[in-house]
């Protein structure tokens, strides 16, 4: 009896150091995560919200690469990217492969209302899928593109792809084949999105409104080049800047409450 009793009392003991154990992980985790969240709360070093509230210039070092390429040239604020043959960002719809390694220069933020325009030529493109425009890339599931992929000498795809959840689609209209540059802007409004695109960088068309299920809080966003088959080309990225958002809230139908 002696003996079951001590072994009852030392599990007890085992069960209450475990116990608060657990207890004290908990209350640092939550600690932890409370001055994560008053950092963000506090964040000052958010480029894009002091941009916007200092009206200040896009500053490419800022910019971060998501897959350096490995041919590329900053002057001034002009980019330069030449592709490497076999890159390209699309995940399983249709075709059923899965492609996760074209480059992407790109800036983070949390900022939840602005708009960021940049301007493409693309005449060196010359083979079916070459492709740059603007991009936001979270990570290999979650990613939202605007570009002009080039088809034949005929005409080629003005168009965009929303991927979320691992899954992408492919939204297009087929443009001349001599359209060699373009503007894009995307727009945030929280976690939704909208892509559009200009041929003067003043008068813009509407190319895509979706919403981006992971982009709740942190995005990257920026730039991206690639040619997904046997081919490559120099394409080149100038006029980036951030505005307020100009993509302005719905003055229609009122949202439905939730």
């Known amino acids: 009896m002696a003996i079951y009793n001590n072994f009852i009392n030392t599990m007890k003991k085992i069960f209450y150091a475990v116990l608060a154990a657990s207890m004290m992980a908990c209350t640092s985790n939550q600690t932890e995560n409370k001055m994560e969240a008053e950092n963000v709360a506090n964040d000052s070093t958010d480029v894009v919200a002091k941009i916007l509230n200092e009206n200040g210039t896009l500053n490419l070092a800022d910019f971060e690469w998501t897959r350096e390429p490995e041919s590329f040239a900053i002057n001034g604020d002009t980019i330069e990217v030449v592709t490497k043959p076999g890159t390209d960002l699309w995940q399983r719809t249709y075709y059923h492969f ?92 929280d976690d939704d999105f909208c892509i559009e695109c200009s041929t003067d960088g003043q008068e813009w068309s509407q190319m895509r409104v979706c919403h981006m299920y992971e982009a709740k809080d942190l995005i990257r966003f920026g ?33 439905d409450e939730e």
């Open 223 to 255: 730039i991206y080049a690639c040619s997904p088959e046997d081919s490559s080309f120099k394409a080149v990225f100038t006029d980036m800047k951030i505005t307020e958002c100009m993509w302005k809230a719905h003055d229609g139908q009122q949202p």
């Open 98 to 189: 899965r492609n996760d390694n074209a480059p992407a220069l790109q800036i983070s933020t949390r900022e939840k209302f602005f708009s960021f325009v940049v301007k493409t030529n693309f005449t060196e493109s010359h083979h079916r899928f070459d492709q740059c425009g603007v991009v936001m890339y979270l990570d290999s599931d979650n990613w939202l593109k605007g570009s002009i992929e080039y088809e034949n000498e005929q005409f080629q795809h003005l168009g965009s792809v929303a991927t979320n959840n691992g899954y992408s689609d492919w939204a297009t209209t087929a443009i001349p084949a001599d359209v060699k540059e373009m503007w894009y802007r995307l727009s945030r409004r």
